[in-house]
């Protein structure tokens, strides 16, 4: 099995493929000096393998190390995914808490 992460900023969105398959999608807003990820979504055949939790960590990794924005979980496994990670808590916008 074969997986590649990217960014398409074109789209708004990250995609987890596997063996050229789109599997998993991270949608997001920009707003302003924040980003909001607004929608994870894993194709059926595809979930309950980790992959969502995979998108979410490699895309806020590329927010943490391309820019300055702030994150906003608008997605609820995006803020369940801080919860488990809370170490990551720190690139959360600050209005959040």
């Known amino acids: 099995m074969h997986k590649q992460l990217s960014h398409e900023p074109e789209a708004r969105r990250y995609?987890?493929?596997?063996?050229g398959e789109t599997a998993s999608v991270l949608d997001y807003r920009l707003l302003g000096d924040s980003i909001a990820f607004t929608r994870a979504f894993t194709n059926?055949?595809?979930?309950?393998?980790?992959?969502?939790g995979e998108l979410v960590a490699f895309a806020v990794d590329d927010v943490e190390a391309n820019s300055t924005r702030r994150i906003v979980p608008s997605c609820w496994y995006v803020g369940e995914w801080f919860d488990r990670?809370?170490?990551?808590?720190?690139?959360l916008d600050a209005r959040m808490s």
Request: net charge positive.
């Open 15 to 19: 995609v987890l493929r596997v063996d």
């Open 44 to 52: 059926p055949p595809y979930r309950g393998a980790g992959l969502a």
């Open 85 to 91: 990670h809370p170490d990551r808590r720190p690139l």
